[in-house]
């Protein structure tokens, strides 16, 4: 039997926990009879829990005066903190960082972004970060931890991650998580914007490269080896001769719909003037948009096909210039049966997506809770 | 508060229950008072819950004799009912059945097969299946559910899964459980099979037609349209001129690497006579075959670029011939960073393994343990 193993106890323990917190979340206010019923605890096993849980400030015991039925002393009932458990995001971009805060009822209290040159430090960057949350002047007496987006995938994410989450972990002594900044709008688009009310989102943004995230039932899809969601490196060659990628692979969309790839083709000097041109009717430049939407549109037919999602997001300031072009191909490249009709939806939330997606990255992805593994130590590892 | 609403105590208890055999399945004997510990369930619960499991037959009580220390009574020891529990796993092929039993210990009792025509009816496959599992003489008497598996996909596969369900859940007395045999086929090969060890796996059949499940995370993934794992239907046109696929789309995999277009393009009779012209070094056959092996591994690459998948299992007739190529065809699409020098690995199973994995889905699927809605309720409705 392999139940004498260090750290089992403790990992029944934080599974109480997080049971409790979820019931609590779901139900509001539960009197410690309920609870027991709901959580199948004993009495003694939910004493300790819910000790340890006001003791760091996450659950308050109060007496609703309202509804007070007969003699004797009014039921207690146990809530969630609504000071308490705050999460603070942040997502490092290539020239900027966004933070933001939200309180525990994952109500965003408030948000800020500072620019920074590509060649500035990591140590320089975590302060800067570390500043704007301060200068939020936010409550975090009870943080329940830290989510923060980075840029880059597998090996090159982890160059940088370990040191960001060591730092802005002793800083604040919590769980610091950390994922992908794409992934991350992937999560927050469909908690907060265009997927709302959907659990399995598939997110692509395009711009300067094309990077993509993934919700299925709700959770970030990371994959067995943490590269999940690279959709601008889906193949979609146009021939036989698949253009070489920047990645070391071959006929990527990315090649075709990425920025640099249509002003390349269209001869331009920026994205304003190939926008200029197609808003003026350039049929050139429109020819090559056209081909990175159909591009695109074969790229999402093959995720369809293997996923078969409830919503498709788009975002990144290509997105408006190729997404009826890329419709049409997906439904032309699928039958009915397998796209179901699903059209591209813009994405809705602006700049600050990461640094909502990191938010709830603590708030969703808690490791207990989604029974995945520590998504700092899926990195690449 | 929605805590009163109907049924949610009953979900609860069966919660407990499913926890209780869950634990007891990973560790094989536990004491009452250790199962407690680990459940975190009180006393008078667990009570209640194990006493239902040994009235229904699930769980046994015994009293080991070895290992017992000082005098009193012998701690009293809870296991699974190993006479108890049994699956049943059928897949109805287009011209066969298989069916296969399996006790409580997930170890395979009996298997066996049926041919009938294209044209038999439900009725009558249903009635040959039934047979054939009498045959085998298994002790069904604690029947846990009945698995199945069909063909086809979303509206197709709806239009008998009900008759089916219904069917057999009336015959036994217990859940039906029914799914796309392809699908079953990847979790078979995930737990038995050349996924063994392997939690994320991607798998593909080609055949007549071209088929493919999903495993994330040991679970099976159906998307919410209920259409995941189509990788036949993902689009790898290798030039402009889409073929026209029977499915209704263009450029579909199938119509590359299916024996249908291999045996069209070859100008060959039958599959026999195109392996046999390989074998014999016939330079258009192998490049019709190269060309289908070409676009299966840019069919891959897509999907190890979407899921970041642990492991790729090909199967069916045309795998062999195509498996080289199609591998050097993944690595060339994709950089190492992303395909991580993933191979492709033949099926390992025969063709039981549909019935295996059928059984799988009542062992590994049950609703409540899997967080899925009832799969006969995802089927394309």
């Known amino acids: 039997m392999a139940v004498s193993e260090p750290g089992v106890l403790e990992l029944v323990r934080r599974g109480h926990e997080e049971r409790v917190l979820r019931l609590l979340g779901e139900h509001g206010a539960l009197s410690r009879k309920r609870l027991e ?3 199948g605890l004993s009495r003694s096993t939910l004493s300790d829990i819910v000790g340890a849980l006001q003791a760091r400030g996450a659950v308050v015991a109060s007496t609703p005066e309202a509804g007070r039925r007969g003699p004797g002393r009014p039921a207690e009932v146990l809530t969630l903190n609504p000071k308490a458990g705050q999460t603070v995001g942040m997502d490092f971009g290539h020239q900027r960082v966004h933070v933001a805060v939200a309180n525990a009822a994952q109500e965003v209290v408030g948000t800020a972004t500072r620019g920074y040159a590509r060649t500035t430090s990591w140590a320089r960057r975590l302060e800067l970060a570390c500043a704007l949350v301060d200068s939020l002047r936010a409550d975090l007496g009870a943080l329940q931890g830290v989510g923060v987006g980075v840029t880059g995938a597998g090996d090159a994410r982890k160059q940088h991650a370990e040191a960001v989450v060591e730092h802005l972990a002793e800083r604040w002594n919590v769980p610091v998580l950390i994922d992908n900044n794409t992934r991350l709008a992937a999560l927050a688009e469909m908690l907060r914007g265009a997927g709302s009310g ?13 990077g993509g995230g993934i919700v299925v039932g709700g959770r970030l899809l990371r994959g067995a080896l943490g590269t999940a969601g690279e959709i601008g490196h889906i193949p979609v060659p146009d021939g036989p001769d698949a253009r070489p990628c920047s990645c070391g692979g071959r006929g990527c969309l990315e090649t075709y719909a990425a920025i640099p790839a249509l002003l390349r083709d269209g001869g331009l000097p920026d994205l304003p003037a190939a926008l200029a041109a197609l808003e003026g009717g350039d049929p050139a430049v429109r020819a090559v948009f056209d081909r990175a939407g159909r591009a695109l549109g074969m790229a999402l037919a093959g995720v369809c096909a293997t996923l078969s999602p409830e ?4 975002a990144g300031e290509v997105a408006p210039a190729v997404l009826e072009t890329a419709e049409a191909a997906l439904h032309r490249h699928l ?4 796209h179901h009709g699903l059209r591209l939806h813009p994405a809705s939330l602006g700049d600050e997506v990461g640094a909502l997606g990191a938010l709830a990255l603590v708030a969703h992805e808690s490791p207990l809770l989604s029974g995945y593994p520590d998504p700092s130590r899926k990195d690449g590892s």
């Open 37 to 39: 019923t709901l959580s």
């Open 335 to 338: 039958p009915p049966a397998l």
């Open 198 to 210: 959907c659990s399995d989102v598939v997110y692509i943004r395009l711009s300067h490269g094309i």
């Open 311 to 314: 919503r498709i997001i788009v």
